[in-house]
């Protein structure tokens, strides 16, 4: 009886019992168990069990076929909402590749371009670049004066620490002396943001 009990609280276990159209059979059984059960005690009961067994069986039925009712409504729906998800989700499933495979052709033509420039333009170069706010045009311009795919932060340093055109780094005459005040510039940076030990 406690197993019964358990089972059909639970959705899971009541849709078992409901598709097995088994609920009134167990409850029969139930029923004769409690009855043997009580017959073995010799209990006189004064209400007669017949007739509570008898009501208590249309109550059963009565609330068996509601629940079908309901369970039918509810498993329409449930189906319909299941297509209608899959179908969404498929649809994304279409998009989120077809967006990839743009972003994957987007992504080689970009570095076609920046490898157009120079062969040695990889990836993590490419992303250096930008990440210091240079476009493919003016990556290009910098480099057209001498400079290399590995000098970016050299170049942000000039553009936005020095202030300085590419026209002015390549009529200065003495790019050593360039290198040297960048290096010094990077090593004062670099002590500032962390601290001797």
């Known amino acids: 009886m406690k197993k019964f009990i358990a089972e059909v609280t639970q959705m899971k276990g009541l849709l078992k019992y409901v598709k097995a159209k088994s609920i009134e059979k167990n409850y ?4 004769q168990e409690y009855d043997s059960c009580i017959n073995l005690l010799n209990l006189n009961l ?4 017949n007739t509570n067994a008898e ?3 249309e109550v059963l039925k009565a609330d068996i076929q509601d629940l079908s009712e309901y369970l039918e409504e509810i498993g ?6 299941n297509k209608n998800v899959s179908k969404v ?14 972003i994957s052709e987007q992504h ?3 570095i076609k371009g920046w490898q ?3 062969p040695n333009f990889t990836d993590e170069l490419v992303h250096s670049w930008q990440s210091c706010h240079f476009t493919l045009q003016q990556c290009k311009e910098w480099l057209d004066i001498g400079l290399q795919p590995t000098d970016y932060n050299f170049c942000a340093w000039l553009r936005d620490i020095k202030k ?4 002015w780094v390549r009529d200065f005459s003495d790019r050593q002396q360039l290198n040297q005040e960048f290096f010094n510039w990077w090593q004062e940076q670099y002590q500032i943001q962390i601290p001797p030990k």
């Not at 029969?28 to 029923?31: I, S, V």
């Not at 989700?89 to 743009?102: A, D, G, H, K």
């Not at 300085?164 to 026209?167: L, S, T, Y």
């Open 28 to 31: 029969k059984e139930l029923c």
């Open 46 to 49: 004064s209400v007669s069990l």
């Open 55 to 57: 009501r208590d069986k």
């Open 76 to 81: 329409g729906g449930i189906t319909d909402t």
């Open 89 to 102: 989700v498929e649809q994304l499933n279409i998009m989120n590749r077809t967006t990839e495979e743009l």
């Open 108 to 110: 080689k033509t970009d």
């Open 116 to 118: 157009e420039i120079h």
């Open 164 to 167: 300085v055109d590419r026209e």
